[in-house]
């Protein structure tokens, strides 16, 4: 959509502060802990654009709480899997050599929208270590909960999701849907019965760049919509800016996926 479209399909003026005031009526409050999944183009024009998201967040919550946001860079992964948009084959070995290796600062965010672009670029965020599922987070807790995450084992019980967890940790969806859930992931992670497939990644190792090879669990997005739809529990709806907002307790979910995942395996 181009700038004159979304003013033009924006019917009132939009700022930080029309922003705040709206986090209010979602009963987003100070020392919060959320996750965030957002599409900036669905709130309309707001005078500031990203960056006025991203303060409006932060005065809000302020740093008593805690924001959370993906900061999946899926392009360092094995070319091999490519699709959008795939690669010649004769040049699969040779990414995997010069891949540049991941750094928490340098790489980029693939498909996280540029609400999340903005808030990686803010000097308190930290991003945990994790060369393609990493995540970020500014405030309280965010050096706790992005400390560690194995490669291995991106969003399971040694990743940052198992401790935000153990807090209590609200979803807010502003725009997207719940195939952008990245905390069901982790219901995924936990199955006994799962699969699994090679990967890579590039990635620093003792001072050195490495591609670092590692088996990494099927995971299928498109089957969390049908979690949210049988989910019993409480799924707060509202607005921010022009965009539709889901509100969800993450525990709550994430427990509940777990046990739906149980009884509707993958076939």
């Known amino acids: 959509m181009s700038e004159l479209l979304n003013i033009l399909n924006t019917p009132k003026f939009q700022s930080k502060t029309t922003l705040m005031q709206q986090f209010h009526e979602l009963g ?3 020392g919060d802990q959320v996750m965030v999944h957002s599409s900036l183009k669905s709130m309309g024009w707001i ?3 990203a960056q006025a998201v991203v303060e409006a967040m932060m005065d809000t919550i302020t740093e008593a709480g ?3 946001m993906p900061a999946q860079s ?3 992964s094995d070319p091999v899997y490519w699709m959008q948009p795939p690669v010649p084959e004769n040049w699969h070995q040779p990414i995997r050599e010069h891949l540049p290796a991941f750094d928490p600062y340098l790489s980029g ?3 996280m929208g540029k609400i999340a672009e903005c808030f990686h670029r803010h000097p308190a965020t930290i991003r945990s270590p994790h060369p393609s599922h990493s995540f970020m987070a ?19 019980k040694k990743s940052p999701l198992a401790k935000m967890l153990q807090a209590k940790v609200k979803i807010l969806f502003i ?19 799962r699969s699994t497939s090679p990967q890579g990644a590039a990635m620093t190792r003792d001072g050195e760049r490495v591609w670092q090879t590692y088996d990494c669990i099927d995971m299928d997005s498109e089957r969390f919509p049908e ?6 529990g409480v799924i707060s709806k509202g607005v921010l800016g022009q965009a539709e907002t889901r509100i969800v307790d993450m525990k709550e979910l994430v427990e509940f996926g777990i046990e739906w995942l149980k009884e509707n395996p993958t076939t």
């Open 175 to 193: 725009g997207v849907g719940f195939d952008s859930c990245t905390a069901l992931h982790y219901a995924e992670f936990v199955q006994e019965s």
């Open 28 to 30: 987003i409050v100070p």
């Open 138 to 156: 500014w405030g309280t807790h965010a050096k706790d909960w992005m400390s560690e995450q194995p490669i291995d084992d991106s969003f399971g």
């Open 47 to 49: 005078a500031g654009g």
């Open 227 to 232: 979690i949210a739809k049988a989910f019993p």
């Open 66 to 68: 805690t924001i959370i």
């Open 109 to 111: 965010l693939r498909g």
């Open 74 to 76: 899926a392009d360092n």
